[in-house]
């Protein structure tokens, strides 16, 4: 069995411990953000291991360099401070740059984000050679990322250069940049369609001359998870510095492929705000910390403000024209809303019941969706409450199947639940004995009238009918009776 993992574990030796070397939507609905306190024990924690680095990790935010590389992306030196001062108040401890040789602009901007004094480090991303070298080290950055192509189809096809080259330039760059008093990460480009044995050996060579960091660059996005945990968990047995980790997106494994090499022993992974890169980008920094809180809340929230992921993402989609996708991570519009019956019920008792993250730790609300056929009468009695109206459990429950019948007809607003549950409670004070037995909803077409006063006489025709929240009542009732049969020995 693996032993837990220990803080204090140093998984590189070259001087550098893991983790520690550098340093609204508009929808609406019901708000239970102060519902009953989570368990503080989160039950899918992952066994610890000696190699992993996941409870200390380092984020290198690649949203001006990967980032500039989205086809949408246009930032002009105002938008890069203000979102280089965004990363740095989150708490990146990295912000990488464009490459200050790409153009004299992008030199200038590198220049200004470098003095603007930010705790986060400034990296600049440059191709493996001494003209380049010199110019990033000019500009003032804290450290320099020296990228070059290692598989025979860039060493072929792009720059034509082979492995002895590559590793006497690398070298030679590695101890220029190092006199300079900087930091310095060597990383192949396409590094999972690269000879192995050349891809160890380049590495093993840049290690000795004390290289801070050797990356590993899934360019094409081809890798699988298993895949990156085999390459870095070998080449940590290899290296004794930090290993960072640039993963592509193409086949939707980014986030999970960060996790793996984090596992395996990587120590800095590469992000950019909602994943913009080349082609359909990175890992995104959002969904990243998404993954990482759910293993380890305790160093996440130590580290980064996470309540401004919401804003940082806001600002890169603004600036580059793209919408927050709805199934994005913590911020996809309907992350936390709960809509079945059964979901909002549970969740009302406790939000762990379907929530493996705590929206609260990013500043967002839980919503119970109540306006639709799904819905159950515990999340309409939460929505009543929250409008100051008490009824009777009988009563939320006959107000609810006159919600849902309306349901059945028609999509409904939350607008035309609230509506419902005024009129149901007015109603009631009125002394009516069939408070559902009336159009609750002024805005109704003919047509649905006609449907709705039809379903009611069905509905009235069937009394033994009942109403899908009292069956969901039911099923809870008896998933619990068999939960304690269980206990007690019984097989259900
Ligand atoms: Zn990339």
Known sequence: MCPPADDTQINGVNGHTNGTNGSRSEFVGVDITRATPRQSRNPYQPVGDFLSNVSRFQVIESTLREGEQFANAYFDLDKKIEIAKALDEFGADYIELTSPAASEASR????AICKLGLKSKILTHIRCNMEDAKIAVETGVDGVDVVIGTSSFLREHSHGKDMAYIKKTAIEVIEYVKSKGIEIRFSSEDSFRSDLVDLLSLYQAVDKVGVNRVGIADTV???????????????RGVVSCDIEIHLHNDTGCAIANAYCALEAGATHVDTSVLGIGERNGITSLGGLMARMIAADRDYV??????EKIKEIEE?????VAVNIPFNNPITGFCAFTHKAGIHAKAILANPSTYEIIDPSDFGINRYIHFASRLTGWNAIKSRAQQLNIEMTDAQYKECTAAIKRLADIRPIAIDDADSIIHAFHRNIVAGKTNPAGSVLLPNMTDKERKALEEKMQEDAAVPEKRALDEVVDDQVHTEKVVKKAKANGIAA
Do not use: H, M, W
């Open 108 to 111: 200038k901007d590198c220049e």
């Open 221 to 235: 996005g081809c890798a699988s998870p298993r895949q990156v945990y085999d390459l870095v968990r070998t080449l």
């Open 301 to 306: 929230k130590s580290k980064y403000k996470l």
């Open 315 to 319: 600002l890169v989609a603004e600036a």
